[in-house]
């Protein structure tokens, strides 16, 4: 019930054979109960001869420095490919796997994956319309948060005063005093606390430690 023209009004109506041209409109009617439709919906055609995926890096900082960081894949399919709501991902931990579509090397939950330190490569099937598709390596690094090396417990006599010092070598620190220096004098017993930072390129990585003074 479907008839393809080669123009909106009148023109040569096309065989199925017809081969797609790039960048070509066509232009369907419907015909019910016998009644074309006097309307014809126009379709762009767009040939891919493939599709312009790119490959991605960035780093992950390991907030608990426990090793492992969990991220969402999906976040990255923008940075993947232009409009990328028009495609389908797939994730997997081979390229052979991508091509293949092979099960186990499925990463099914891709919105959980578990990130190990070091550079973890991830392989993005991206699919238009079940019809072609390209595999994207999707690399992403685990990067160590800082270590402070720290007492947890300081004193402070009556009428005394005491220094905490965070280890050097962090690009900024923000005491819960206001303080950003390294280190600060405290004269008052209570709960303070410090958070350092250290830049890995645009990528900023932080940390903080609690300090009790009694």
């Known amino acids: 019930s479907i008839q393809f023209y080669d123009s909106l009004i009148n023109g040569t109506i096309l065989p199925n054979s017809t081969l797609l041209a790039d960048g070509a409109t066509y232009y369907a009617s419907q015909t019910l109960d016998g009644c074309e439709s006097l309307q014809r919906l126009p379709i762009d055609v767009i040939v891919l001869s493939s599709l312009p995926v790119t490959d991605y890096e960035d780093s992950v900082c390991d907030d608990l420095n426990d090793g492992n960081e969990r991220v969402d894949l999906s976040v990255y399919e923008q940075d993947i490919i232009v409009n990328a709501s028009a495609y389908t991902f797939t994730y997997y931990t081979s390229f052979s796997g991508a091509e293949n579509e092979t099960s186990s090397e499925l990463i099914a939950n891709e919105e959980d994956f ?21 595999i994207a390596q999707l690399k992403l690094s685990l990067i160590a948060s800082p270590f402070i090396d720290m007492e947890d417990n300081y004193y402070v006599c009556e009428n005394g005063f005491t220094r905490i010092a965070a280890n050097a070598g962090f690009d900024s620190y923000t005491w819960s005093t206001g303080a950003t220096t390294p280190e600060i004098t405290v004269t008052e017993a209570g709960s303070y606390s410090v958070t350092v930072t250290k830049n890995h390129g645009t990528l900023i990585c932080s940390s903080t430690k609690n300090i009790t003074v009694g």
Do not use: A, K, T
């Open 114 to 134: 578990l990130l190990c330190p070091g550079q973890n490569i991830v392989y993005v099937r991206v699919e238009f319309n079940n019809l072609c598709f390209e």
